[in-house]
Every structure is written in C-alpha cells, then in structure tokens.
C-alpha cells in the first residue's frame, strides 16, 4: 500500500496492516444474522418443532403455548413442567378430542341450520357455520395483532384458534396475509435475540449471534440492535436517549444551526452549504472559513501549525454572534449540537455522493491502467467519509456528557486527528475526476481508517494512555 | 367481572387533549398572578347526547339473529328488564330496566340503547344508559357509558342482548356504593357519542 505523501502524520506511516481493508473496527456483522421474511418462518417452525418434541404435543397448539409464552420457549417449559393443566387453560389448548358432535346443528351467531360436515368446532365442541367463524376471524384480524388468539365464539368459553383453522378458513386473501404478518411480529418481537432493521419500509428481521450492538441489515442500514436508533459508538444508547430529548426541547431555538446557510464572517452574504466537506469559500470574497465554527480556514490546515481545534469547547471564545444571550450551558450545547448538526448534514450530503461515485468510477475505468478493481478507491473513500462523519457526530454526543479531565483531553486529540483527515478525505474525494490523485485518496482513505481505529480503541480503553 | 377505566383513543384526542394542557399551565400562571382566585364550584358535566348519526343497515343474517333473539326474550324474559324494539327497524331498541330488588338500586328506572352495527353479532353493540337514567355506578359515566369489557374487547357472537342485560344487571346488583367514576368529568369532556370509540382500559373489580 503507498504510503509516501504523509509527511506530519505520524500513525499512517506503515501499520496498515493492522486494520483489513474495508472492514471497519466498529462494525462486526459476524456477530448479527439478516433473515427475510420467509425465512423467519423457517426458525418459527425450528422453535415449534422443539417444543413438540419435548412435550409430545401437536406442533400447533405448541404455537399456541409458544404465542402465550411471547415465543419465550424456555418459561413456557419452565411453566408446563409446573402445572400443564394451568398453562393449557391460559393458551386456549384443549387437548382432549371434542365431545361427539350432532349430524345437524344450529349456528349459534345465525341461527341456521346446517350439516355437521358444514361447521367448525375446536375440542371445546362449540359448532358454528364456516361462513359465521370466517367473520369471526375476519374480524378479529381487522382488530390488529391480539387475532393470533382469537377465542372460540361461544361466550365463556377459552378455547382459541390455531393457525391452521385461520389458513383453512380464510383461504387466500389479505386477511391471512394479515394474520402471518401479526403471527411474524409477535415471533420476532417476543423473541429476545431478534429485531425488525428499523430502516423504514425494511422487511428483514437480524438474529444476534454474539454480544454486538451495531448491527448492519442486508437494506445497508447501520443500526443499533439495542435502541434501534442508527448505530452510535462512541454514545451509550443511554446518551442518545438524553441528547436527543435535549434536542427536541432545544430544537425551536437553534434552528439557524440546522439551517444550511450561514453568514460569511468576513462580508456577511448568505452562503449555502452544498458540499460535505466543512472548507468554505465565499462565493463574493473568497474569503476561506470553517462552517463549523466560522474561523478562517488558514487556521484549520497543518501548514500553519496552527492546528483544527475547532472540536474543542472554549468557554473564554466569546466571538459566536448568536451566543451573546450566553449562559455557559448554551454556548456549551451549541458547541456540540452545532458540530454534530455540521457532521449530520455532511454525512447525509456524502450518502448522496454515492451514485457520484459509481459515475466517476465508470468515467475512470475508460481511461488505460483502470479497471473496476482498481477503480473502486473512489468508492471506497465515499464510503469511509460516511462512516467516519456518522461516528464523528457521535463523537459530539459522547464529549457533551464527557466530563473535563486528563480523559476528554486526550479524546479530543483524537477526535481532533480523525475530524481533520475526515475534512481532508472528504473534500479529496469531492473533487472531479480529473484532479483526483489515486494514490493521494488511498492514502487518505488508510490514514482516516487508522484515525477512528485509535479513536475506538482508544474510547474501549478508558482514554488513558 | 372485568371492568375498568377509559383511555381515549389516541386518533381521536391528542390535539384536544394537548390543548387541554396549554389551557390548564395558562390557568395556573393566571391563579398565581391574581393570587387565589375563588375556586369554581363542581359541576356535574351535562352534555347533549343528541345523536345524528343515521342507524346502520343490518344484514340478513343480523335481522334474523335478531328477530330471533327477541323471540327468545318474550319467551323467556330477563328479570327486572323489558325490550322495547320497534319491527321495522331492529337496529336500535330500548331497554327499561328496574333496580333489582334487594340492592342499592331497587325500584330505580333505567334507560338503556342498543344500537346494533350492520355486521352483528360479530361485532359488538352500542350499548349505553340514556340521561338523565344512568345509574349511580364505579363503573358507569354520567354520559351513559359503560365500562364492561363484554361490550367491547370481550365481546363474543354468542353473548347476545340477554348476555348483555345479565352483565349489566350483575353489575349493579353487586355494586356497594352509589358513586361515579373518579374521571367522570374528564371523561365527558374526551369521549365521543360511540364508547366503542374509547380503548378502555380494564382493571378488576377493586378499580
Ligand atoms: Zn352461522
Ligand atoms: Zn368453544
Ligand atoms: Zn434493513
Ligand atoms: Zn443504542
Ligand atoms: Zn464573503
Ligand atoms: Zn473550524
Ligand atoms: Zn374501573
């Protein structure tokens, strides 16, 4: 891997090795399983099928012990092994075959009469018509997800209806499709190692198979398997709870901040961010500054020396016109909402790079010495802006409630390396093609890896040195 | 015998019940402001229970269900209630109750309608107290509606008119006390004409 370029940078010398290509230190997808629809059936009837075993009961009205049981196998054996007259009652199973049933009988929700073989009957003997259970059931489906235990009609009486009376007598149709549905949700949601992918719209169910949090679904949405909100390390799913409750009650009064025009400090004309990369120039005075916190830029590059420390809070820094009202605490939550606001919205503008990316790579690919192997950095470096400006905007919700200290000093240096090659990468890689350096963008992309590497560990490992 | 308290339901009030609020912090910074203000006395809400809602359709099989059904309870009639329906349209009746003799309620006059939906009886009916004759009860809103689960989430085909009286007449024959809900102001001001629109939330009999 090249690694010239670098002449400051120390740590993207020659350790690449360290970190596989492409596999991000935070993100272990062996420790998650992604199951589709269907094939969440499949682990139903596994689940099914044991308790069958076990008890020596029909695989239906397993289901039905199981859906009493929100599909938690081992209290529902716990519990039979108590006292199965007791949670036979409670999940409507009636063992026993029915009591010898009439040839002819009268349909007590119509009042007609039929033949025997025209009626349905659980063990409990009660007969309706087939015409009268299908509203019954019909109904109960429209009523939402309780139908998966829908009791027999006859008042009183506990029996309930298991899944195959619900297929035989609705046949085809939206009702049965409903009723799997709500048989599915309560199979994944009673079951303590399955989440639904929050993505919206998203079908697929993750199985965890280790002791991970974040978890990426087939759809390529990054979750978190414990709160459900999008992947968040370094915050504690307890930290995005509170930030974002903060937020919400903060919301109406920093809407300039999720704005996406700001002033030009120097001449004061309305600039619009249309990039994701945080270097801005005036489009009327050219003056270079930093959307995050409004300094020029010359004091953000390492050329000066005069290093980006645009992520650290500096209550004496008083220069932030909007922050005259200033009570500490405010200009202290600005600080970080504006950084991780700043970060959000560059992470959402370098998702939609992506299809730029597939297009330039195309674009390189017809130049001699390119295929799409070799093409793919373009790709690869989007893709590691993404993830990097997600964990960074993170990185602002774990410094806020990060107390002052040895610990938040040495966070903040290497937030402050990943902050600075991410800018760096992120703008590199919003370039046209024909000013893109391959070896400029590999390198970049290897060093900003290695950056949220240390950072990571170095979060994992209380932050001292 | 489940019965409970209400929960609206949630599509039907949360503007309301947000303006509700605003109202009650205003209220306070005014109190404050003009310390003390007399306190109102309660009054009992009284709202019209003018319903204009056109009577469902019934299907062939509730009509029969129905006629049925009213056969039955000439036949063999529930002590203390007498059905009042008219022939041509089944969908509502009136039921006069009388206070069970021998509980807190004996003598008393009741009032109570069925409103039947198309699809009964595998829906449930509309069943409620007309004012000004709802009885006294834990488990009964001044508005006239009840809260028994049979009529809503309970429900069963099978129950039927007399499963519905025998409940409502349990119910009073083993109430203790003559007192309303402890929500029953609240609840006048949320609720809809149709008490299958509250989700009702059920405790036991110690509620
Ligand atoms: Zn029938
Ligand atoms: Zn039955
Ligand atoms: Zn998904
Ligand atoms: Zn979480
Ligand atoms: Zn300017
Ligand atoms: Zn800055
Ligand atoms: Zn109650």
Redesign the interface.
């Known amino acids: 891997m090249e690694d010239d370029e670098f002449e400051e940078d120390e740590g993207i010398q020659d350790e690449d090795e360290e970190i596989e290509e492409g596999v991000s230190p935070i993100v272990s997808a062996v420790e998650f399983q992604v199951i589709a629809p269907d094939q969440i059936r499949d682990k139903q009837e596994e689940i099914k099928a044991q308790v069958a075993d076990v008890l020596g009961l029909p695989p239906d009205l397993c289901q039905m012990l199981l859906i009493q049981f929100q599909w938690n196998k081992e209290l529902l054996l716990e519990k039979f092994m108590d006292n199965p007259e007791k949670v036979q009652a409670e999940a409507g199973v009636i063992v026993a075959p029915p009591p010898p049933l009439p040839a002819k009988f009268e349909c007590?929700?119509?009042?007609?009469e039929f033949r025997r073989a025209d009626g349905i009957a659980l063990n409990c003997g009660h007969l309706f018509c087939r015409e009268?259970v299908r509203?019954?059931l019909e109904?109960a489906v429209s009523?939402g997800p309780?139908c998966i235990s829908t009791?027999c009609?006859?008042?009183?009486?506990p029996a309930k209806y298991p899944e195959p009376i619900f297929a035989s007598v609705l046949g085809t149709g939206k009702f049965l499709e409903k009723y799997n549905e709500f048989l599915r949700h309560s199979f994944v949601e009673g079951s303590h190692d399955m989440k639904w992918c929050p993505a919206p719209g998203c079908s697929f169910a993750c199985i965890s198979t280790g002791g991970g949090t974040a978890c990426k679904c087939r759809c390529g949405h990054l979750f978190c398997f414990r709160c459900a909100a999008e992947a968040h390390a370094p915050a504690t799913c307890d930290m995005v709870e509170k930030w974002t409750m903060k937020c919400n009650d903060e919301r109406e009064d920093l809407t300039w901040i999720t704005g996406n025009t700001k002033q030009c400090p120097k001449c004061h004309i309305p600039i619009e961010k249309n990039q994701g990369c945080n270097h801005m120039t005036c489009s009327r005075c050219r003056h270079e500054f930093c959307w995050m916190c409004r300094g020029p830029w010359t004091e953000h590059g390492s050329e000066t020396g005069g290093y980006y420390k645009c992520n650290k809070y500096d209550p004496k820094k008083h220069d932030d016109p909007y922050a005259v009202d200033a009570k500490n605490q405010l200009t202290y939550y600005v600080h970080y909402f504006e950084r991780y606001t700043g970060h959000q919205q560059s992470q959402k503008f370098a998702s939609g790079q992506l299809k730029k990316a597939q297009e330039k790579m195309v674009e390189l690919q017809s130049r001699p010495g390119y295929d799409s192997q070799r093409a793919a950095f373009i790709l690869q470096a989007v893709e590691q802006v993404i993830e990097c400006r997600r964990v960074l905007k993170w990185t602002y919700v774990f410094g806020y409630y990060l107390k002052d200290g040895p610990e938040k000093n040495l966070f903040e240096f290497l937030q402050r390396d990943l902050e600075r090659t991410t800018e760096h990468l992120s703008e590199l890689s919003e370039a046209p093609v024909e000013q893109i350096d391959r070896m400029e963008l590999v390198n970049y992309s290897t060093a900003t890896r290695k950056f949220l590497h240390n950072l990571m560990v170095g979060i994992e490992n209380g932050l001292s040195r | 015998m489940p019965r409970g308290k209400k929960r609206t339901q949630p599509e039907e009030v949360p503007e309301r019940k947000r303006r509700t609020t605003r109202r009650t912090k205003r209220a306070i910074e005014e109190d404050e402001a003009e310390e003390e203000a007399p306190e109102e006395p309660f009054v009992p809400p009284t709202r019209p229970m003018v319903d204009h809602r056109p009577l469902p359709v019934l299907s062939p099989v509730a009509q029969r269900r129905l006629m049925k059904e009213l056969e039955s309870l000439v036949k063999n009639p529930v002590e203390f209630a007498t059905i009042d329906a008219k022939d041509d349209n089944l969908a509502r009746m009136i039921a006069n109750l009388t206070g069970p003799a021998g509980t807190i309620y004996a003598g008393e006059h009741f009032v109570l309608q069925f409103t039947f939906p198309a699809t009964y009886p595998i829906d449930s009916p509309e069943v409620v107290f007309l004012p000004p004759h709802v009885p006294m009860h834990k488990h009964i809103y001044s508005v006239g509606h009840i809260c028994l689960s049979s009529l809503y989430d309970q429900w069963s085909p099978t129950l039927g008119i007399r499963g519905v009286l025998l409940s409502i007449i349990s119910m009073l024959a083993s109430s203790p006390r003559k007192e309303r809900p402890a929500d029953d102001a609240d609840y006048a001001r949320e609720c809809t004409l149709n008490p299958k629109d509250t989700s009702w939330a059920f405790h036991d009999d110690r509620c």
């Open positions: 007590d929700i119509c009042c007609c009268c509203g019954h109904n009523q309780t009791p009609p006859h008042s009183g009486c």
